[in-house]
């Protein structure tokens, strides 16, 4: 098994026990949570917006958000990290989730890269020159599509993304349970 497959195949399973120890050490306060909500939000927003344009081994997606990044779901979820970073308000915390999405999503980009030009070829070849892989452009770029450019409430409900949106909620519930529980 390449490393690709393995990190692709364990970033949930090693999550969870990752997450544990990252809820044992938070720390949050009434501020941290409201804080992290709202970086947590904006995450979110990028989520849903590539969710509702993204269309699974259907088409190259080089509209809306994927004009910017070739990931924007995990542009998302990245500030989802910075947001549930800040509200654990734990250094600890904050250097393991970090680390865990350096980590696991470096390779799993990279080996949906491989996977998106076995199935595209030219075109996912053309798109990777001219949009970043994670870190987004400034101006949306001029592609070529053969699919739906605009956003789909439809496709959004498909791709299930409004359980990141659940989700996210729970985790907020979780630290605002951890701040009253530690409460001096």
Do not use: C
Not at 41 to 58: D, F, M, P, T, Y
Request: glycine share 8%; no cysteine; charged share 15%.
């Amino acid at each position: 098994m390449s490393a690709a497959a393995f990190f692709a195949r364990w970033r949930v399973r090693l999550g969870y026990p990752l997450a544990a120890i990252v809820l044992w050490l938070a720390r949050p306060t009434p501020q941290s949570i409201l804080g992290g909500a709202i970086i947590g939000a904006i995450g979110l927003w990028i989520r849903a917006r590539a969710a509702g344009h993204l269309h699974k081994q259907e088409i190259l997606t080089v509209t809306g958000p994927y004009a910017y990044t070739r990931n924007p779901l995990y542009l998302g979820s990245f500030v989802l990290v910075i947001g549930v970073a800040v509200a654990t308000r734990s250094v600890a915390s904050a250097l393991i989730l970090f680390s865990y999405f350096a980590l696991f999503y470096s390779f799993v980009m990279r080996r949906e890269e491989r996977e998106l030009y076995q199935h595209h070829g030219d075109a996912f070849q053309e798109y990777a020159r001219t949009v970043p892989l994670f870190f987004p452009r400034l101006t949306p770029a001029k592609l070529a599509t053969d699919g739906p450019g605009a956003f789909s409430p439809e496709q959004y409900k498909k791709n299930r993304e409004y359980r990141a949106f659940f989700g996210f909620l729970l985790l907020l519930l979780v630290f605002v349970v951890i701040w009253f529980f530690r409460l001096p």
